[in-house]
C-alpha cells in the first residue's frame, strides 16, 4: 500500500528504548557473526566484511552514537577470536594492531557517512512533507488511502482538518463514513461497493455533516491499486469544495437578481421607445384636432376642411398604432412587414408628414433617379425619417442669425447600396459627442429622453445598414444611413 504523510514521527526522531533496541541488536548479530566465522575457521577479513555490513544496516536505522557502540563491540569481537593471542583482548604483532585500528576507524568513518547521508535525506523527506502539508493546507485537499484486506488506513493532516478528527484519532474507513452526510452517505457506500468490487477508480463529490451541523462539501477521487501481497486497495485526494459551492450559490443568485433587473430594464426601454415614438403621431393627432375645431368654429363652418383634418386624425392615429406594433416587433426582435419600397416616396411621404412642422424652413431635396429598391419595413423607415428631421428642426431652432434650411439626398452608392442624407443649419454637435449621440438615454434637448437616435440605429442595422453623423462644415449637422438593395427579410 502507499504510504501517506500521516502524523507518524518523523526520520531522525528516534526514542531512547528504540536506539538501545538498535544498538543491542547490531551487538548481538556481530556477536554471531563472530563466533560462526570462527566455528567455520574463516580467515580475518571474512567476518570483517560482514561486521561492516551490520554496521551500515545500523547506520541507515539508528542514530550515530548506537553504531559507534556496535563498532567498538564489533572490534572486540574480531580482536577477541581472529587476532593472536586468541581469546585475549591483547594483541601481540604490530600488523594485527594496524588492521584492529584500520577496521575500527573504517567503520566509524563509513558509520559517520551513512548517518549524515540518512540525515541529509530525512532533512529532505521532512522538507517535502512540510511542501507537502502546506500546499494541501492551501488548496484544502487532504490524501487518504485504505486497504480492504487488512482495514488500514491513512489520512495526511489536512484529512483530520476536513473530516473535524483530533490527530490522534485513529484513522478509519468507518470514521470517515460516519461524517458524511445521512442524504449521501448511501450513494457513496454504493459507488464504493462497485469500486470494491470492480477494483475500478472512482469520484464523487459529497456533504459532510461534522459536529455543531456544520455542512461541509468535499470531492474525492480515488484510484484503484495493488499493495505487495496483491491486495485491493485505494488512494485518494478529498477537497473541501464549500467555497466554490458558496460561490456558486452567490453567482446563481446574482444572476436571479440580474435577470430581474434586465427584464425591468427591458420594460423601461420598450416603454420609453414607444413613448418615445409615438409622441410625434400624437402631436400631429392634436394639431389636426385643433384645426378641425377651428373650421368648425367658422360661420359657417367649413365642412371640407373638416372632413380633411379628420382624415389626417385617422391617419396619424392609424400610423401611432403602427409605430407600436413595429417598436414591440423591434425590441423583441419579432418579424416586421418589410417589402421592396422605393426610398424616394418614403423620403417624400415623410415630409409630408411632416408639413406642419415645416413652417419657417427651407427644405431641398435631392433624390436621385433609378434608385434601386430597398426591402424595408415603410412605418419603421418613416419613423427613422421623422426622427431625423425633427432633430434638424430642433437644432434650427435656437439658430436665429442663419436661414433654417433642410436638405434631404438619396443617393447610389457603390459599396453601400443606398445613401440618404439629411443635413441641417442647426448648432451642430461637438466632435467628441458625435458618436454619443446613439447611446442610449444619452441627449443634448433639455426634455430629450435619448431614445430617439438610439432607436434609429437600430432599426437601420436590423435592416443590414448603418447610421452615423458627422459635422455640416460651418454649420449644422448631417445625418447618414445605408440601406442595402435588396436589404432585410423579404416579406
Given at each position: 500500500?502507499?504510504?501517506?504523510?500521516t502524523?507518524?514521527?518523523?526520520?531522525?526522531?528516534?526514542?531512547?528504548?528504540?536506539?538501545?533496541?538498535?544498538?543491542?541488536?547490531?551487538?548481538?548479530?556481530?556477536?554471531?557473526?563472530?563466533?560462526?566465522c570462527f566455528?567455520?575457521?574463516?580467515?580475518?577479513?571474512?567476518?570483517?566484511?560482514?561486521?561492516?555490513?551490520?554496521?551500515?544496516?545500523?547506520?541507515?536505522?539508528?542514530?550515530?552514537?548506537?553504531?559507534?557502540?556496535?563498532?567498538?563491540?564489533?572490534?572486540?569481537?574480531?580482536?577477541?577470536?581472529?587476532?593472536?593471542?586468541?581469546?585475549?583482548?591483547?594483541?601481540?604483532?604490530?600488523?594485527?594492531?594496524?588492521?584492529?585500528?584500520?577496521?575500527?576507524?573504517?567503520?566509524?568513518?563509513?558509520?559517520?557517512?551513512?548517518?549524515?547521508?540518512?540525515?541529509?535525506?530525512?532533512?529532505?523527506?521532512?522538507?517535502?512533507e512540510?511542501?507537502?502539508?502546506?500546499?494541501?493546507?492551501?488548496?484544502?485537499?487532504?490524501?487518504?488511502?485504505?486497504?480492504?484486506?487488512?482495514?488500514?488506513?491513512?489520512?495526511?493532516?489536512?484529512?483530520?482538518?476536513i473530516?473535524?478528527?483530533?490527530?490522534?484519532?485513529?484513522?478509519?474507513?468507518?470514521?470517515?463514513?460516519?461524517?458524511?452526510?445521512?442524504?449521501?452517505?448511501?450513494?457513496?457506500?454504493?459507488?464504493?461497493?462497485?469500486?470494491?468490487?470492480?477494483?475500478?477508480?472512482?469520484?464523487?463529490?459529497?456533504?459532510?455533516?461534522?459536529?455543531?451541523?456544520?455542512?461541509?462539501?468535499?470531492?474525492?477521487v480515488?484510484?484503484?491499486?495493488?499493495?505487495?501481497?496483491?491486495?485491493?486497495?485505494?488512494?485518494?485526494?478529498?477537497?473541501d469544495?464549500?467555497m466554490?459551492?458558496?460561490?456558486?450559490?452567490?453567482?446563481?443568485?446574482?444572476q436571479a437578481?440580474?435577470?430581474?433587473?434586465?427584464?425591468?430594464t427591458?420594460?423601461?426601454?420598450?416603454?420609453?421607445?414607444?413613448?418615445?415614438?409615438?409622441?410625434?403621431?400624437?402631436?400631429?393627432?392634436?394639431?389636426?384636432?385643433?384645426?378641425?375645431?377651428?373650421?368648425?368654429?367658422?360661420?359657417?363652418?367649413n365642412v371640407?376642411?373638416?372632413?380633411?383634418?379628420?382624415?389626417?386624425?385617422v391617419?396619424?392615429?392609424?400610423?401611432?398604432?403602427?409605430?407600436?406594433?413595429?417598436?414591440?416587433?423591434?425590441?423583441?426582435?419579432?418579424?416586421?412587414?418589410?417589402?421592396?419600397?422605393?426610398?424616394?416616396?418614403?423620403?417624400?411621404?415623410?415630409?409630408?408628414?411632416?408639413?406642419?412642422?415645416?413652417?419657417?424652413?427651407?427644405?431641398?431635396?435631392e433624390?436621385?433617379?433609378?434608385?434601386?429598391?430597398?426591402?424595408?419595413?415603410?412605418?419603421?423607415?418613416?419613423?427613422?425619417?421623422?426622427?431625423?428631421i425633427?432633430?434638424?428642426?430642433?437644432?434650427?431652432?435656437?439658430?436665429?442669425?442663419?436661414?433654417?434650411?433642410?436638405?434631404?439626398?438619396?443617393?447610389?452608392?457603390?459599396?453601400?447600396?443606398?445613401?440618404?442624407?439629411?443635413?441641417?443649419?442647426?448648432?451642430?454637435?461637438?466632435?467628441?459627442?458625435?458618436?454619443?449621440?446613439?447611446?442610449?438615454?444619452y441627449?443634448?434637448?433639455?426634455?430629450g429622453?435619448?431614445?430617439?437616435?438610439?432607436?434609429?440605429?437600430?432599426?437601420?442595422?436590423?435592416?443590414?445598414g448603418r447610421?452615423?453623423?458627422?459635422?455640416?462644415?460651418?454649420?449644422?449637422?448631417?445625418?447618414?444611413?445605408?440601406?442595402?438593395?435588396?436589404?432585410g427579410?423579404?416579406?
Amino acid at each position: 500500500m502507499v504510504e501517506l504523510a500521516t502524523t507518524r514521527p518523523r526520520g531522525g526522531e528516534t526514542s531512547p528504548a528504540r536506539r538501545t533496541a538498535e544498538c543491542g541488536a547490531g551487538c548481538v548479530a556481530v556477536a554471531l557473526i563472530a563466533v560462526l566465522c570462527f566455528r567455520l575457521q574463516l580467515s580475518f577479513p571474512t567476518p570483517t566484511l560482514l561486521c561492516l555490513v551490520v554496521l551500515v544496516v545500523v547506520s541507515l536505522r539508528g542514530s550515530f552514537l548506537s553504531s559507534a557502540v556496535v563498532s567498538i563491540v564489533a572490534s572486540g569481537f574480531l580482536d577477541y577470536y581472529f587476532v593472536p593471542p586468541l581469546f585475549s583482548f591483547n594483541v601481540g604483532d604490530p600488523q594485527d594492531i594496524v588492521a584492529v585500528v584500520a577496521f575500527l576507524a573504517t567503520s566509524l568513518v563509513i558509520t559517520r557517512l551513512v548517518s549524515q547521508v540518512r540525515h541529509l535525506m530525512d532533512e529532505r523527506l521532512r522538507l517535502s512533507e512540510a511542501y507537502l502539508s502546506e500546499a494541501q493546507q492551501l488548496s484544502h485537499t487532504g490524501s487518504l488511502g485504505w486497504n480492504l484486506k487488512s482495514g488500514a488506513s491513512t489520512w495526511s493532516d489536512e484529512t483530520f482538518n476536513i473530516l473535524g478528527y483530533d490527530r490522534h484519532t485513529s484513522p478509519s474507513l468507518a470514521r470517515v463514513l460516519d461524517r458524511v452526510h445521512p442524504a449521501d452517505r448511501s450513494l457513496l457506500q454504493d459507488v464504493m461497493a462497485r469500486a470494491n468490487v470492480d477494483g475500478s477508480d472512482w469520484a464523487l463529490e459529497f456533504r459532510l455533516l461534522l459536529p455543531g451541523n456544520a455542512i461541509r462539501h468535499v470531492h474525492v477521487v480515488a484510484r484503484a491499486g495493488r499493495d505487495t501481497a496483491g491486495r485491493l486497495d485505494f488512494i485518494g485526494a478529498m477537497m473541501d469544495v464549500s467555497m466554490r459551492k458558496q460561490a456558486e450559490e452567490s453567482l446563481r443568485a446574482a444572476q436571479a437578481n440580474l435577470a430581474q433587473v434586465s427584464r425591468l430594464t427591458t420594460v423601461g426601454v420598450l416603454t420609453g421607445s414607444i413613448a418615445h415614438e409615438v409622441n410625434q403621431p400624437l402631436a400631429a393627432v392634436v394639431t389636426n384636432a385643433n384645426a378641425c375645431l377651428r373650421w368648425l368654429d367658422h360661420a359657417p363652418p367649413n365642412v371640407d376642411e373638416v372632413r380633411d383634418a379628420i382624415r389626417r386624425i385617422v391617419r396619424d392615429g392609424t400610423r401611432g398604432a403602427e409605430v407600436i406594433a413595429r417598436m414591440r416587433g423591434l425590441l423583441q426582435k419579432g418579424t416586421t412587414a418589410r417589402r421592396p419600397l422605393n426610398v424616394n416616396e418614403v423620403v417624400l411621404e415623410t415630409l409630408a408628414l411632416a408639413d406642419t412642422n415645416l413652417r419657417g424652413v427651407e427644405v431641398r431635396t435631392e433624390l436621385a433617379r433609378e434608385l434601386s429598391p430597398a426591402v424595408v419595413d415603410r412605418v419603421l423607415l418613416q419613423q427613422v425619417l421623422l426622427n431625423l428631421i425633427t432633430n434638424a428642426l430642433d437644432a434650427m431652432k435656437p439658430a436665429t442669425d442663419r436661414p433654417h434650411l433642410l436638405h434631404l439626398r438619396t443617393a447610389a452608392d457603390p459599396d453601400a447600396g443606398i445613401l440618404v442624407s439629411v443635413r441641417d443649419t442647426g448648432v451642430g454637435v461637438a466632435a467628441q459627442d458625435m458618436e454619443r449621440l446613439f447611446e442610449t438615454f444619452y441627449t443634448t434637448k433639455a426634455g430629450g429622453l435619448g431614445m430617439g437616435l438610439s432607436i434609429c440605429r437600430s432599426i437601420i442595422q436590423s435592416h443590414g445598414g448603418r447610421l452615423w453623423a458627422e459635422s455640416g462644415g460651418e454649420t449644422g449637422t448631417v445625418f447618414h444611413f445605408t440601406l442595402p438593395p435588396g436589404a432585410g427579410v423579404s416579406a
